[in-house]
Nanobody, 126 residues
């Protein structure tokens, strides 16, 4: 498994931007399918975005498509989530997650991800 640490959360006004980062331990980051999830109070954890390790294909929830951009830098063992045009409903704890090493297939199911960070709070105010 890979150890993950998120950073970059904070308080931002609606319409603003934030960039989240996920730092991974070890030298095998480049072979993990990675994802971002979020969980708002009283709600289930939901898929936000994902990026493959093989060809860096990206996947987005409909609610963030066109506003969020996921990327990864395998040389630096990091993954990022650029969030623009933030809305009140984007308020949540954001988690980065990794699937089992060498997994090729995409899934938006949280239970299919094996490693999780501790989360970073994103609060969007009006």
């Amino acid at each position: 498994q890979v150890q993950l640490v998120e950073s970059g959360g904070g308080l931002v006004q609606a319409g603003g931007s934030l960039r989240l980062s996920c730092a991974a331990s070890g030298r095998t980051f480049s072979s993990y399918f990675m994802g971002w999830f979020r969980q708002a109070p009283g709600k289930e954890r939901e898929f936000v975005a994902a990026i493959s390790w093989s060809d860096q294909s990206t996947y987005y929830a409909d609610s963030v498509k066109g506003r969020f951009t996921i990327s990864r830098d395998n040389a630096k063992n990091t993954m990022s989530l650029q969030m623009n045009s933030l809305k009140l409903e984007d308020t949540a704890i954001y988690y980065c997650a990794a699937r089992s090493r060498y997994t090729l297939s995409f899934t938006r199911v949280p239970e299919r991800y094996d490693s999780w960070g501790q989360g970073t709070q994103v609060t969007v105010s009006s």
